[in-house]
T-cell receptor
Framework: DQQVKQNSPSLSVQEGRISILNCDYTNSMFDYFLWYKKYPAEGPTFLIS?????DKNEDGRFTVFLNKSAKHLSLHIVPSQPGDSAVYFCAARGGNQFYFGTGTSLTVIP | DTGVSQDPRHKITKRGQNVTFRCDPI?????LYWYRQTLGQGPEFLTY????????KSRLLSDRFSAERPKGSFSTLEIQRTEQGDSAMYLC??????????????FGPGTRLTVL
């Protein structure tokens, strides 16, 4: 039972353009959402998070948007850089557990 | 570097053998998590410690799996009578106590287990 879903396994974007990664969840009790970036042979690295009481959080080139009514969150990267090429996971907190999506592989083309 | 470390990085074993993995979290972090990740999937929660207390275990965690954190510092994950389906990357993560920072988990590089 996948409570957090990332329906796009991959995304390619030109350098300088916006990357938009999407995530859907099913459990309305999730109270915190996070995005992680993962390079091959490394563990995930925290990127940005958002509380369920907010609808937007921004950190430099990264912005996360939360639409609670749609149970949807998205990560915007502007402008995209080749170093952003990685697998991105969204995660949601429910109690003491964190539920991860299956990841989206982002490729930024120079 | 004082990040999360895991040992070993790779483990190959035969079906039926027992294996044990170690995780050393960031020293001031009192929360510790174990996850399993298979190809094409995201990390799947296994268990959670706050200090030495194991506060939550996934219902998916079979009784062949056991985890400890005896002094609230490092943790071990043991898999008994390994099966080929146990082949995966086992990730450890830690986070500090406190509001805000609580939610950011720092992951180790993982231990890749292959069961032949």
């Amino acid at each position: 039972d996948q409570q957090v879903k990332q329906n796009s396994p991959s995304l390619s974007v030109q350098e300088g353009r916006i990357s938009i990664l999407n995530c859907d969840y099913t459990n309305s009790m999730f109270d915190y959402f996070l995005w992680y970036k993962k390079y091959p042979a490394e563990g995930p690295t925290f990127l940005i998070s958002i509380s369920s009481i907010k609808d937007k959080n921004e950190d430099g080139r990264f912005t996360v948007f939360l639409n609670k009514s749609a149970k949807h969150l998205s990560l915007h990267i502007v402008p995209s850089q080749p170093g952003d090429s990685a697998v991105y996971f969204c995660a949601a907190r429910g109690g003491n557990q964190f539920y991860f999506g299956t990841g989206t592989s982002l490729t930024v083309i120079p | 570097d004082t990040g999360v470390s895991q040992d070993p990085r790779h483990k190959i074993t035969k079906r039926g053998q027992n294996v044990t993995f170690r995780c050393d979290p960031i020293s001031e972090h009192n929360r510790l998590y174990w996850y399993r990740q298979t190809l094409g999937q995201g990390p799947e929660f296994l268990t959670y410690f706050q200090n030495e207390a194991q506060l939550e275990k996934s219902r998916l965690l079979s009784d062949r799996f056991s985890a400890e954190r005896p002094k609230g510092s490092f943790s071990t994950l043991e898999i008994q009578r390994t099966e080929q389906g146990d082949s995966a990357m086992y990730l450890c993560a830690s986070s500090p106590m406190g509001r805000g920072a609580y939610n950011e988990q720092f992951f180790g590089p993982g231990t890749r287990l292959t069961v032949l």
